[in-house]
């Protein structure tokens, strides 16, 4: 049987999120932003919660309609057969998000909805189901556009960047789907050197172990449609096998993390641990500004500070000039990533971007720098040698 989804991403990661769709059979794919629709059966359901890299949610669409006032979306609500859906025993909660919706509370429509859902069971099964906002067993999205209405069930539970293998964490960690999803952006292939020089709790690195040895980001992990009633769980078991037998033995991968933080370093080398990947990594408590190329070229990926790990934007505004000078000395032959949400960056450094490729880090609006390390200077010089302005390349 053909159903219809949507897929959610980080924004800036629908080109990606599209291409990981058709690798796992879906059709009818419409990018948007923030994530593409599809349609296909169960089994791709499966297959895309367990290996989409890039993907937040897959939800399901159990209902759709037209709407003038919010009487319309609870009837629409309650025409679903939720108890077809799922078991009253389970909790849930209902989530509404709007574009351009001339209604004027998305909390009434969610209470609205919540109470079609109970109303429905109380009329099948005489009772309802319980309401948890913080750790529901199900959860029921509403989208509304100017004038429809569209009911989903979550097929995915917690969101799928947390994959289960991250147990600690530092201050403001990356997602794991938006660290794969740069690791994409930049071309980078397993077997080529990949360094980290700012890896925080180690998301960069744990993301790029996993391409490396083959491991769908899934695999470690539960999903919301093994509580739905339609869970084949002979197909499930059968993709999840297949993923399992695909996995890679765990061997040295030339992966490279560092931090000047000794305790980031720890917990990065706790995570590796943990997910008994530590063998896959090199790791080392050494500041940007004494880095040494582990090769002699690759990909180096950061996520540095906001103003808010180090310092504040004076620190920063010291600190990038600093890196410039290693990154001309040291990294000739190298491809550069920086991901960022101040945009002073490649300017305080004086080296030219040639791409700057617009990213969300959660709400944080960022920019992905690619800054290319060729031989000799990375600034043009004026025929009397005195310093020109670089020139950014789109």
Known sequence: MRNHYFATCPRGLETLLTEELKLSGANDIKPTDGGASFSGDLGVCYQINLHSRVATRVLMQVGNGQYATEEDIYQGALKVN?????????????????????????????????DAICDKFRQAVGSR????????DIRVHVYLTSDRFLLYVDTSGNPLYQRG??????????????????????????????????????????????????????????????????????????IRNAAAKAVKPVSFQKIYGSDMDLRA?????????????????QLSHVEFTKLAPPADSGVLVANPP???????????????????????????????????????????????????????????????????????????????STEAKPQAKE
């Open 165 to 238: 293998n991250r147990k600690n964490t530092i201050e403001a960690p990356l997602r794991e789907n938006l660290a794969a999803g740069i690791l994409k952006l930049s071309g980078w292939q397993p077997g080529q050197a990949l360094l980290d020089p700012m890896c925080g709790s180690g998301t960069f690195l744990q993301e790029a172990v996993m391409m490396a040895l083959n491991i769908a980001p899934g695999l470690n992990r539960n999903f919301g449609f093994e509580k739905l009633k339609n869970f084949e769980s002979d197909t499930f078991k059968k």
């Open 82 to 114: 939720w108890p077809n859906w799922f078991n009253v025993k389970y909790s849930m909660m209902v989530k509404v998000t709007a574009v351009r919706s001339p209604l004027k509370s998305l909390e009434f429509i969610t209470l609205r909805v919540k």
């Open 306 to 384: 906001y103003g808010v790990r180090i310092g504040e934007d004076e620190t920063l505004a010291e600190l990038y000039p600093q890196m410039a000078v290693t990154l001309k000395q040291q990294f000739s032959g190298w491809n550069t990533y920086f991901l960022t949400n101040d945009l002073r960056m490649p300017k305080l450094m004086r080296l030219s971007p040639s791409k700057k490729t617009p990213l969300f880090n959660g709400p944080l609006e960022c920019r992905l720098f690619e800054i290319k390390m060729v031989a000799g200077s990375n600034r043009r010089e004026k025929p009397d």
């Open 129 to 136: 189901p319980n309401i948890d906002t913080r750790e529901p």
């Open 265 to 281: 370093v720890r917990v990065t080398k706790q995570n590796l641990e943990m997910a008994g990947w530590s063998d896959a990594v």
